[in-house]
C-alpha cells in the first residue's frame, strides 16, 4: 500500500512558511502550549562523546507503524522506531555518554533494491523520496520532537543525520517535473566520473551547484532543527559537495540557527589533513577520523611500533581553535572493531581506553558497549542486543554488561578529567608493548596518565610524576594496575591485555 503524497510545490511552500516562524537563535521550542522545552545542554563540545543508533535496530515502541518488518532479513525494516527510542533512552543516557546522533528519519523509498543480492530496503534512512516529511516506518514530526526534549532533560545533545548529496532509488523526485531536472542519474545517463558529479552507489545525485536545488535542500533541513530543537547536524557524503555549497550552508545555518548549532560532517577517508580545507573555509565544526580506527586496532595487535603509534596520536592536536575530530571504533560503514579484532574483547577494550583517553569527540555506534560483534555488511547494522528484557527487535540476543560497566567507568573518567578532553598530549614510555601518555590541561591543574599494555605478559614502568600531582599518592582509575609513588616518580605495573589510568585519589572525581 502505497502513502497519500503532497504535490512537491506544496511542500516547497510548506517550508518556506516553516522557516519563516522557526524560532530564532538562541530561544526555545515550545513543548506544548505554554510550556516551554527543556533548555539544550550548555556544554561545550570539546566535551562530549557521541552515541550513534540506527533507529530501526533499537527499539519497536509503536508496532502500528511496522510496515513490511522483517527481523530475520538483514535488509529490512525490523521495526525500531522513535517511539522505542523515547521509551529506552535510559539505556543510552545511563552510559555516560552526552549527545545522541540519529540515522535519516525523512520519509524514504518505498521499495526494495536487490543489487546486494537480497532485497535490501531504506531501514538506515539514506534514501530520501521527501525532505519534508518524517517516514512513517521512524514515527512523526512529534515523536522528534518528543525525543529531542527527552534528550534535553537527561542532558544529551541530538544531531540529526541530513543528506544533501543524494536522493533514493527511483525517488519521487526524478519524476516531478519540477524536480527531475534537479538530478544526474543512472537512468538519464546524466551521472559523472569525478567525487562532485557521480551518482554514489547509483544514487541519484542532486544538483547542488543550482541555487534553486541548494536553497531546497537547506531550507529543507533547517526547517526540521527549527522546528523540533535539534543541536545539529551530522552530515552525510561531504566529499561529494563542492566547497562554495558547504560555506553558504555554514553561514545560512549560522543565521537561521545560531552558531552554536553543531555541524559534523562525514568526508570519507577524512583525517586532520583531508579535512583541513573544511575547516579553513569554515564549512564545518568537527569531521570524522576515519584513520583512528585502523591505527587502534593495529596497535592492540602488535603490528607496528608504540612510538609511531604515539606520534600518530600526538599529530591528531595539530587543529584550529575550535575544530575537532570525531573518531570511532566500529560504524555503519565498515567492519566493527570487534570483529576485526576476532571477538577478543580483552583487545577491544584496550581499544575503548584508547578511544575514551584520546583527544577529539569519540564516537560510540549502538551496542558495541555490550559487545554487539558488528561483523561487515550487512551485519554491522544488526540489532542492539537486549538479552532478556524482550525488547524487539534484538530480543534475546546476548549482551556483555561488565564491558557495558568498564564502558561506563571509562565514561565517568573522561567526564571527570578535562585533561581527558582538552589537554595536550606527551608520550613518555613508548617502547615495547607498554604504552603510556599524559594527557594535561594546565589551566584546570589536571593530568592524568594513560598505560596500556598491548603484550601478554606484566609489564612495569618507572615515570616522572605530573607536577599537578604535587604530592599527592595516585591511583588507577580503572581499578586493575598496581601504581605506587616514590618521591617525584610513579611506578606502574600493567597486567597482560591491560588498560590503566592513573591519577590523585579525589572523592569527587571517579
Not at 110 to 124: I, N, Q
Request: proline share 7%; with cysteine; net charge negative.
Amino acid at each position: 500500500m502505497t502513502r497519500a503524497r503532497s504535490p512537491l510545490p506544496a511542500l516547497a511552500a510548506a517550508l518556506l512558511l516553516a522557516a519563516c516562524a522557526g524560532r530564532a537563535p538562541g530561544s526555545v521550542v515550545p513543548a506544548a502550549a505554554g510550556v516551554a522545552a527543556p533548555a539544550p545542554p550548555d556544554r561545550p563540545w570539546t566535551d562530549d562523546v557521541i552515541y550513534f543508533v540506527l533507529v530501526d535496530r533499537f527499539a519497536d515502541g509503536d508496532p502500528l507503524n511496522d510496515v513490511k518488518v522483517d527481523p530475520r532479513a538483514a535488509g529490512a525494516f525490523h521495526g525500531g522506531d522513535l517511539k522505542g527510542l523515547i521509551d529506552h533512552l535510559d539505556e543510552i543516557a545511563s552510559l555516560g555518554v552526552t549527545a545522541l546522533w540519529v540515522n535519516p528519519i525523512v520519509d524514504n523509498i518505498d521499495g526494495f533494491v536487490t543489487g546486494a543480492g537480497f532485497p535490501d530496503w531504506a531501514y538506515h534512512g539514506y534514501w530520501a523520496d521527501d525532505l519534508g516529511a518524517l517516514d512513517r516506518r521512524f514515527g512523526t514530526e512529534e515523536q522528534l520532537r518528543q525525543l529531542v526534549e527527552a534528550c534535553h532533560r537527561r542532558g544529551l545533545k541530538v544531531l540529526l543525520d541530513v543528506v544533501h548529496n543524494h536522493a533514493g532509488y527511483g525517488s519521487r523526485y526524478l519524476a516531478e517535473p519540477r524536480t527531475k531536472g534537479w538530478l544526474r542519474s543512472e537512468e538519464a545517463g546524466t551521472c559523472g566520473a569525478d567525487d562532485l558529479t557521480q551518482c554514489v552507489a547509483g544514487l541519484p545525485d542532486f544538483r547542488t551547484e543550482l541555487p534553486e536545488v541548494a536553497d531546497y535542500l537547506m531550507g529543507a533541513h533547517i526547517a526540521w532543527a527549527k522546528r523540533t530543537g535539534l543541536d545539529g547536524f551530522r552530515l552525510d557524503t561531504v566529499k561529494h559537495i563542492d566547497h562554495a555549497f558547504w560555506q553558504a550552508h555554514a553561514r545560512r545555518v549560522d543565521a537561521e540557527l545560531g552558531p552554536r548549532f553543531f555541524l559534523l560532517g562525514e568526508v570519507w577517508g577524512g583525517d586532520r589533513e583531508v579535512l583541513a580545507p573544511y575547516f579553513a573555509g569554515d564549512e564545518l565544526d568537527a569531521g570524522f577520523d576515519f584513520s583512528f580506527q585502523g591505527n587502534a586496532i593495529a596497535f592492540v595487535l602488535g603490528r607496528g611500533r608504540t612510538v609511531a603509534f604515539d606520534r600518530y596520536l600526538a599529530s591528531r592536536h595539530g587543529l584550529p581553535p575550535g575544530r575537532f575530530l570525531s573518531h570511532y571504533l566500529s560504524s555503519h560503514d565498515v567492519p566493527g572493531a570487534l570483529s576485526q579484532l576476532g571477538g577478543r574483547k580483552d583487545l577491544f577494550r584496550l581499544a575503548a581506553a584508547l578511544q575514551l583517553t584520546s583527544s577529539g569527540i569519540p564516537m560510540i555506534y549502538y551496542g558495541e558497549e555490550v559487545g554487539r560483534p558488528g561483523g561487515d555488511w550487512p551485519d554491522n547494522r544488526s540489532d542492539f542486543p537486549w538479552g532478556d528484557r524482550g525488547v524487539s527487535p534484538g530480543k534475546g540476543l546476548p549482551r556483555d554488561e561488565s564491558l557495558r560497566a568498564f564502558y561506563q567507568r571509562l565514561l565517568a573518567i573522561r567526564r571527570a578529567h578535562p585533561a581527558l578532553t582538552r589537554g595536550e598530549h606527551a608520550g613518555l614510555a613508548t617502547d615495547g608493548d607498554l604504552y603510556v601518555f599524559q594527557r594535561r590541561d594546565a589551566a584546570a591543574g589536571d593530568a592524568v596518565l594513560v598505560a596500556v599494555n598491548r603484550g601478554a605478559s606484566e609489564a612495569t614502568v618507572r615515570i616522572p610524576a605530573p607536577r599537578e600531582w604535587g604530592t599527592s599518592e595516585p591511583r588507577d582509575l580503572l581499578g586493575g594496575a598496581r601504581v605506587a609513588r616514590a618521591g617525584a616518580e610513579v611506578t606502574l605495573a600493567v597486567g597482560p591485555h591491560a588498560a590503566a589510568i592513573a591519577a590523585p585519589a579525589d572523592p569527587r572525581r571517579p
